[in-house]
């Protein structure tokens, strides 16, 4: 016999992962980490395990075995009211046995020592801690109860009771039964853990890769005010955050992602003897919604641990931590981690088939929430407010409801899609649906109302970080991409990219880094606000102009946790081309300085008070001409700070910056002097700057610009624009020329030729290599060292120029 098989309690510095048998999943990982990681920095709060054993000895002293195999004889899971009328018998059989003596005292005993480290009454965490729980194959996420804030030996070993009946939920009797466990297979010990006090901080989970992409790089992380079972069970809108985690490791700061949650709700602990429940939820204020809970500092603290644990486990990771808000004892403002389990869904996927969801029409968006997942599912919708109405649903329905907690999973595992009002990406409706592989939309807010049972919908993970539900059953298609047999090219195919939230699923793609990274996008949907209304923002409060005024109440909105506005842009901007660089990293991405026109700066918020009226903006005051003129310059200046955080602070050194727009040398060396002025220094720390090929000026003057700049990247659309005299945007005279057109190829062959002569980079970044393949044979033959394409296009170029090098001889 094994030095534990005959214990009631043992301490988390007695066990490790190797007694899993014996405590469980979550007691074995607390040990572990508290015996090998607290030396590494990883603070993990002290406690005890009730073994395996003492449940076992419980239900054999009890003499109740036999009884609960009566109560379950006959079972169907699929019977809904078969499994409700059996699950709640057992339950009772378990809660009213009589607890045997010997294994009482040395519960008080455990207790009383834990008083002796942390003060009398001491406040504890109870949580279940199943034997076969989080096995590799399983998600038995949250399938047992856990009691928070339990104080004295009474109220504790009343939760011990109500924890080994937890083995007996429906759920947990579903799950067993389908997964093929026996009912008695699996033993139930219980974690015994000093409280974090974070009912007056925060706390939340994390994981040490992303959990919608599989990109094994970044820790993404999420956050709530109060006690973490809200974040859990998916009851808040959480911040989410995500670390790089190869940077980190080189002693950066790669916050590449902040996004601040509406956190409505928080846990805290309710000391009043008059109610049942130790813990209870009350509204967050207006200034906790709009902070984020945890500092730049902190996150990176999260991100550090969990490639600690992660190292140690050499797996990815599902965390929960919690920050200390007034312990005495534990630490005032301190971070623990208070679980740990391997994560379940990506490391067991097929990484070389790529499966690509696609929308053949729109329809009409009935909500909008957070997306998990990247597939699309449809069907008639059936919207459950009570989880004892469950029995209703029928296989291949849309599950529509507020939250889901365990109780939900005999019929989430049948949906075709899931929609709720609440939760975040690592709540349970979102572990759920992931490890099931159906489309999930969480924190829409208003979905069980905009949304009625019997309607027909489709639910969309598949266009980003935004999930939709459409009206109808809208068509769409699934494409197969083998990622195992691609052919090298000589020719790098990279990809152009404007959204940041797709860079870790898109860098999957076979590529050779990304030729154009757009800065509007990010403008745009992150920001919206115009930089010269965040760098004005006090003159503006001042104002008594009611339009200005408009504004402020915007700005003060969207930017909550931001004292300074003007830094709100530099993080966004770094966080947004940040995201991009990591998903790519160590390979170049070459962010494209912001190119809106005129027209489109002033339909950002406040635009119109620093935005002239032009005809043409076209050709107006637009790229270059903008970044050194007195008018724009500070607003640039903004930009070029975020850019620098991304490379410095961030240790995105892949980063490569180009110009657009740029009408000649003179111009090109107005703006890299005001860059040079801002940190931004050509060729320090590896900066290369390219310029943008789009005008003929361009091609005429390709020597002057080589002088000056790096490489060139070819914009075919205003090439032939400005070659041919063409407004893109007019309809009427579109079809007179393309960039298959000769003098436009022409233009692209003579500056192809004097970039190859001069020693310096030459790409093209338009989509006309993947829309017409002849110009693409075009572009290899003049020796055009890359292509750079939207994603969905990137592989059968990719194809297509290895068939032409082949063709011509050349090696890759």
């Given at each position: 016999?094994?030095?534990h098989d005959?214990?009631?309690?043992?301490w988390f510095?007695?066990?490790?992962?190797?007694?899993?048998?014996?405590?469980?999943g979550?007691?074995?990982s607390?040990?572990?980490?508290?015996?090998?990681l607290?030396?590494?920095?990883?603070?993990?709060?002290?406690?005890?395990?009730?073994?395996?054993h003492?449940y076992?000895?419980?239900l054999k002293?009890a003499g109740v075995?036999?009884?609960?195999?009566?109560?379950l004889?006959g079972?169907?899971t699929?019977?809904l009211?078969?499994?409700?009328?059996?699950?709640?018998?057992?339950?009772?059989?378990?809660?009213?046995?009589?607890f045997?003596?010997?294994?009482r005292?040395?519960?008080v005993?455990?207790?009383?020592?834990?008083?002796a480290?942390?003060?009398?009454?001491?406040?504890?965490?109870?949580?279940?801690?199943a034997t076969?729980e989080?096995l590799?194959?399983a998600?038995f996420?949250?399938q047992?109860e856990?009691?928070?804030?339990?104080?004295?030996v009474?109220?504790?070993?009343?939760?011990?009771?109500?924890?080994?009946?937890?083995?007996f939920?429906?759920?947990?009797?579903?799950?067993?039964?389908?997964k093929g466990?026996?009912?008695?297979?699996v033993?139930?010990?219980?974690?015994?853990?000093?409280?974090?006090?974070?009912?007056?901080?925060?706390?939340?989970?994390?994981?040490?890769?992303?959990?919608?992409?599989?990109?094994?790089?970044?820790?993404?992380?999420?956050?709530?005010?109060?006690?973490g079972?809200?974040v859990?069970?998916?009851?808040?809108?959480?911040?989410?955050?995500?670390v790089?985690?190869p940077?980190?490791?080189?002693?950066?700061?790669?916050?590449?992602?902040?996004?601040?949650?509406s956190?409505?709700?928080?846990?805290?602990?309710?000391?009043d003897?008059?109610?049942e429940?130790?813990?209870?939820?009350?509204?967050?204020?207006?200034?906790?919604r709009?902070?984020?809970?945890?500092s730049?500092?902190?996150?990176l603290?999260?991100?550090?641990?969990?490639?600690?644990?992660?190292?140690?486990y050499?797996k990815?990771m599902?965390?929960?931590?919690?920050?200390?808000?007034?312990?005495?004892?534990v630490g005032?403002?301190?971070l623990?981690?208070?679980?740990?389990?391997?994560?379940?869904?990506?490391?067991?996927?097929?990484?070389?088939?790529?499966?690509t969801?696609k929308?053949k029409?729109k329809?009409?968006?009935?909500?909008?929430?957070?997306?998990?997942?990247?597939?699309?599912?449809?069907?008639?919708?059936?919207?459950?407010?009570d989880?004892?109405d469950?029995?209703?649903f029928?296989?291949?329905?849309?599950?529509?409801?507020?939250?889901t907690?365990?109780?939900?999973?005999?019929?989430?595992?049948?949906?075709?899609?899931?929609?709720?009002?609440?939760?975040?990406?690592?709540?349970?409706?979102a572990?759920?649906?992931?490890?099931l592989g159906?489309?999930?939309?969480i924190g829409?807010?208003?979905?069980?109302?905009d949304?009625?049972?019997?309607?027909?919908?489709?639910v969309?993970?598949?266009?980003?970080?935004?999930?939709?539900?459409?009206?109808?059953?809208?068509?769409?298609e699934?494409?197969k991409?083998?990622?195992?047999?691609?052919?090298?090219?000589k020719?790098k195919?990279m990809?152009?990219?404007?959204?940041?939230?797709?860079?870790?699923?898109?860098?999957?793609?076979?590529?050779?880094?990304?030729g154009?990274a757009?800065?509007?996008?990010?403008?745009n949907?992150?920001?919206?606000?115009?930089p010269?209304?965040l760098?004005?923002?006090e003159?503006?409060k001042?104002?008594?102009?009611?339009?200005?005024?408009?504004?402020?109440?915007?700005i003060?909105?969207?930017?909550?946790?931001?004292?300074?506005?003007?830094q709100?842009?530099?993080?966004?901007?770094?966080e947004g081309?940040?995201?991009?660089?990591?998903?790519?990293?160590?390979?170049?991405?070459?962010?494209?300085?912001?190119?809106?026109?005129s027209?489109?700066?002033?339909?950002?918020?406040?635009?119109?008070?620093?935005e002239?009226h032009?005809?043409?903006?076209?050709?107006g005051?637009?790229?270059?001409s903008?970044?050194?003129d007195?008018?724009?310059?500070?607003?640039?200046?903004?930009?070029?700070?975020?850019?620098?955080?991304?490379?410095n602070?961030?240790?995105?050194?892949?980063?490569?910056?180009?110009?657009p727009?740029?009408?000649t040398?003179?111009?090109?060396?107005?703006?890299?002097?005001?860059?040079?002025?801002?940190?931004l220094?050509?060729?320090e720390?590896?900066?290369?700057l390219y310029?943008?090929?789009?005008?003929?000026?361009?091609?005429?003057?390709?020597?002057?610009?080589?002088?000056?700049?790096?490489?060139?990247?070819?914009?075919s659309?205003?090439?032939?624009?400005?070659?041919?005299?063409?407004?893109?945007?007019s309809?009427?005279?579109?079809?007179?020329?393309?960039?298959?057109?000769?003098?436009?190829?022409?233009?692209?062959k003579?500056?192809?030729?004097?970039?190859?002569?001069?020693?310096k980079k030459?790409?093209?970044?338009?989509q006309?290599?993947?829309?017409?393949p002849?110009?693409?044979?075009?572009?290899?033959?003049?020796?055009?060292?890359?292509m750079?394409?939207?994603p969905?296009?990137?592989?059968?170029?990719?194809?297509a120029?290895?068939?032409?090098?082949?063709?011509?001889?050349?090696?890759?």
């Amino acid at each position: 016999m094994g030095k534990h098989d005959e214990a009631f309690i043992l301490w988390f510095d007695d066990i490790g992962i190797e007694d899993v048998p014996m405590v469980g999943g979550k007691n074995a990982s607390l040990g572990e980490m508290y015996q090998h990681l607290t030396s590494k920095g990883v603070a993990v709060p002290h406690g005890f395990a009730i073994t395996a054993h003492a449940y076992r000895h419980l239900l054999k002293t009890a003499g109740v075995e036999k009884a609960i195999e009566d109560a379950l004889e006959g079972l169907d899971t699929h019977d809904l009211h078969n499994l409700q009328a059996r699950g709640e018998k057992v339950r009772n059989i378990i809660r009213t046995a009589e607890f045997p003596n010997d294994l009482r005292q040395e519960i008080v005993a455990a207790y009383a020592k834990m008083e002796a480290e942390y003060g009398a009454s001491v406040d504890v965490a109870v949580r279940s801690s199943a034997t076969a729980e989080d096995l590799p194959d399983a998600s038995f996420a949250g399938q047992q109860e856990t009691y928070l804030n339990i104080c004295g030996v009474d109220a504790l070993i009343d939760a011990c009771r109500r924890c080994f009946a937890s083995l007996f939920t429906n759920r947990a009797i579903s799950y067993r039964h389908d997964k093929g466990f026996g009912q008695f297979d699996v033993y139930l010990s219980i974690v015994v853990q000093k409280m974090v006090r974070s009912d007056s901080s925060c706390s939340g989970v994390l994981f040490s890769i992303d959990t919608e992409s599989g990109f094994e790089d970044a820790v993404f992380i999420t956050g709530a005010w109060g006690l973490g079972e809200n974040v859990v069970q998916g009851a808040v809108n959480p911040d989410e955050y995500y670390v790089f985690k190869p940077t980190l490791k080189q002693g950066k700061r790669p916050v590449v992602s902040k996004r601040v949650g509406s956190k409505e709700i928080k846990m805290i602990y309710d000391n009043d003897p008059n109610t049942e429940e130790p813990v209870r939820n009350i509204p967050t204020t207006a200034e906790e919604r709009s902070k984020y809970v945890i500092s730049d500092d902190e996150i990176l603290q999260l991100a550090k641990w969990a490639c600690i644990i992660e190292d140690h486990y050499k797996k990815g990771m599902d965390i929960e931590w919690a920050k200390d808000g007034d312990g005495v004892k534990v630490g005032t403002g301190k971070l623990f981690i208070v679980q740990a389990r391997p994560e379940t869904v990506h490391s067991q996927s097929n990484k070389g088939v790529m499966e690509t969801y696609k929308l053949k029409e729109k329809g009409k968006v009935l909500v909008e929430g957070l997306a998990v997942g990247a597939k699309i599912g449809q069907g008639e919708a059936n919207v459950i407010n009570d989880v004892v109405d469950i029995h209703d649903f029928k296989k291949g329905q849309v599950l529509v409801t507020d939250m889901t907690d365990p109780d939900w999973e005999p019929i989430m595992k049948i949906a075709s899609a899931i929609v709720t009002n609440r939760g975040g990406r690592t709540c349970h409706a979102a572990i759920i649906s992931r490890e099931l592989g159906i489309p999930c939309v969480i924190g829409t807010g208003t979905g069980s109302k905009d949304i009625k049972s019997g309607q027909n919908v489709t639910v969309s993970s598949a266009e980003g970080e935004t999930g939709y539900v459409y009206e109808g059953l809208l068509k769409f298609e699934v494409e197969k991409l083998d990622l195992g047999d691609l052919p090298k090219t000589k020719t790098k195919i990279m990809m152009n990219l404007a959204i940041p939230e797709k860079a870790f699923t898109e860098c999957q793609i076979p590529n050779d880094g990304v030729g154009l990274a757009r800065e509007e996008f990010v403008i745009n949907s992150h920001i919206g606000i115009h930089p010269l209304a965040l760098f004005n923002y006090e003159e503006l409060k001042k104002s008594s102009d009611p339009a200005k005024q408009a504004v402020v109440k915007v700005i003060d909105e969207r930017t909550g946790a931001y004292p300074d506005k003007k830094q709100f842009f530099i993080d966004k901007v770094a966080e947004g081309v940040g995201r991009i660089a990591a998903g790519f990293y160590p390979k170049d991405v070459i962010v494209r300085l912001s190119d809106f026109k005129s027209n489109e700066y002033a339909n950002l918020v406040g635009g119109s008070f620093y935005e002239p009226h032009e005809e043409n903006p076209m050709i107006g005051w637009r790229g270059a001409s903008r970044y050194y003129d007195p008018k724009y310059r500070q607003a640039f200046e903004l930009e070029c700070k975020g850019l620098l955080k991304a490379r410095n602070d961030m240790g995105l050194n892949n980063i490569k910056l180009m110009v657009p727009f740029c009408r000649t040398p003179e111009e090109g060396k107005k703006v890299i002097e005001v860059m040079r002025e801002c940190g931004l220094v050509q060729g320090e720390n590896g900066l290369e700057l390219y310029v943008m090929c789009e005008i003929p000026s361009n091609v005429i003057c390709a020597d002057a610009f080589a002088d000056i700049f790096d490489g060139f990247s070819i914009g075919s659309n205003d090439l032939t624009q400005l070659t041919y005299g063409l407004d893109r945007d007019s309809g009427l005279i579109a079809g007179i020329a393309d960039e298959r057109h000769e003098a436009v190829k022409t233009m692209i062959k003579m500056v192809i030729a004097t970039a190859k002569r001069r020693g310096k980079k030459i790409g093209i970044c338009g989509q006309g290599p993947s829309d017409f393949p002849d110009f693409a044979t075009f572009l290899v033959e003049c020796g055009i060292d890359s292509m750079s394409l939207i994603p969905d296009t990137a592989v059968k170029t990719r194809l297509a120029v290895a068939a032409k090098e082949k063709e011509m001889g050349i090696n890759p």
